[in-house]
C-alpha cells in the first residue's frame, strides 16, 4: 500500500481539483511501488493515468533542458566494495542499505528508513565516490545538483529553482547528491551574507525536511564550520571521511593492483611508505599514472623501471607541498 502522505496527497488534489498535484502524487506512488518491485501495479497505474489521467495541458515538473540545467543524472558503476572505508562508515552505510531495502517492514511498524547522510572530510577521500556506491548499491540513479544552474543572480530566483528541483527528484527513487554543500547550506548568522542567502538557507531546509524517504539524500563539505547549525539535526547519519592511513593506502593498492594490473615488484605497504599520499584521490591519479607509462612503453621498459620512476616523481610532488 502506498503511503500514507501520498495517499493524503491524493485526496487533497481531489478535494481542491489540483491536476497537477495528482500527478505529481501518482508519479511518486508509482515511483515508490517500482522500487518495492511492484512492476505490475506499477505498470497498471502508469497505464491507466495515460489513458485517462495525461492530457495535452499536463506539463512536467521540469522541461528536459530544465532538468539538465539544476541536475546532473549519473548510472552508478563503483560497488562498496571499490572503497576502503573506516569500518564505522562501512557498517552505517550497509545499514542505509538495508533500512531502504527493507523499507516495507519498517513502514508496518510505522517508522521510515533512514534517507539524510551528511559527509564529512577533506577533498579527495571518497565523499562523491560513498555517494555513487550509495546508488549502486540501493539500484537507483545518481542525481548531483549543478549549483551553476540552482545559483540565480535575481531575489528569490534560487529558492525558486531549488523548489522545481525537489518537485522533480520526488518522482522516483534516487540518490540526490550536494556537493561542496556549504555552498547553499552556510550559516546564516553570517554578518556577511545578505538576507537571500538566509532565504535560500530556510527554503532548503525546508524541501530537505519534506523528501520522501524513498529519496536518499547525501550531502557532503569540506567545511563543515560552515554549515548553518540548523543543517546538523537534519542529518540521520553524519559520516566522517578522512585522509588515509598508512593501513589504508596499503590496502587501496590492494585492491588497485588487482584492478588495473599494476606491477607487483613492490608490495602495497612499501608503496605506502616511500610515497605518503595525502587522499584517495592522489592515490588514484598515481595508479593511473603508472598504468598509462605501461601501456605507452608497449614493453620496452620493465615494469619495476615504471613504477620507480613514477614513485621517484610522486616522492618530489609530495615534498613541494611540504615546503
Not at 522516483?172 to 547550506?185: I, M, Q, S
Not at 540548523?230 to 585492491?255: D, G, I, M, Y
Amino acid at each position: 500500500m502506498a503511503r500514507s502522505d501520498l495517499l493524503l496527497g491524493l485526496v487533497k488534489a481531489g478535494i481542491q481539483g489540483d491536476r497537477s498535484l495528482f500527478h505529481r502524487t501518482v508519479d511518486a506512488i508509482i515511483a515508490e511501488e517500482r522500487g518495492k518491485q511492484h512492476h505490475v501495479l506499477a505498470d497498471q497505474l502508469e497505464d491507466t493515468l495515460r489513458k485517462n489521467g495525461k492530457t495535452a495541458t499536463s506539463q512536467p515538473l521540469l522541461s528536459n533542458g530544465t532538468h539538465q540545467a539544476l541536475l546532473h543524472e549519473t548510472i552508478p558503476q563503483r560497488s562498496m566494495s571499490d572503497l576502503v572505508l573506516p569500518s564505522a562508515v562501512r557498517q552505517a552505510c550497509q545499514e542505509i542499505v538495508e533500512e531502504q531495502h527493507r523499507a516495507d517492514l519498517l513502514r508496518s511498524h510505522s517508522v521510515e528508513p533512514r534517507h539524510r547522510v551528511l559527509l564529512i572530510g577533506p577533498p579527495g577521500n571518497g565523499k562523491t565516490c560513498l555517494a555513487e556506491t550509495l546508488a549502486q548499491s540501493l539500484g537507483v540513479t545518481l542525481l548531483s545538483v549543478r549549483y551553476e544552474g540552482v545559483v540565480g543572480s535575481f531575489l528569490g530566483e534560487t529558492a525558486g529553482r531549488l523548489h522545481k528541483l525537489f518537485e522533480h527528484v520526488t518522482t522516483r527513487p534516487c540518490v540526490l547528491f550536494f556537493d561542496e554543500f556549504d555552498t547553499l547550506g552556510k550559516e546564516r548568522g553570517d554578518v556577511h551574507d545578505t538576507g537571500e542567502i538566509k532565504r535560500v538557507v530556510s527554503s532548503l531546509l525546508l524541501q530537505i525536511d519534506r523528501l520522501p524517504s524513498y529519496v536518499v539524500v547525501v550531502a557532503a563539505t569540506n567545511h563543515q564550520e560552515l554549515l548553518d547549525r540548523a543543517v546538523w539535526r537534519r542529518f540521520q547519519l553524519r559520516l566522517e571521511l578522512p585522509a588515509p592511513t598508512s593501513a589504508q593506502v596499503a590496502e587501496w593498492f590492494r585492491l588497485a593492483a588487482e584492478r588495473w594490473k599494476l606491477p607487483t615488484t613492490l608490495s602495497p605497504k612499501s608503496i605506502a611508505q616511500r610515497v605518503k599520499f595525502e587522499s584517495f584521490a592522489e592515490m588514484e591519479d598515481f595508479a593511473l599514472d603508472v598504468v598509462r607509462r605501461t601501456i605507452l612503453s608497449q614493453g620496452q621498459k620493465e615494469a619495476a623501471s615504471i613504477l620507480g620512476e613514477r614513485i621517484e616523481q610522486w616522492k618530489l610532488r609530495t615534498r613541494r607541498k611540504a615546503r
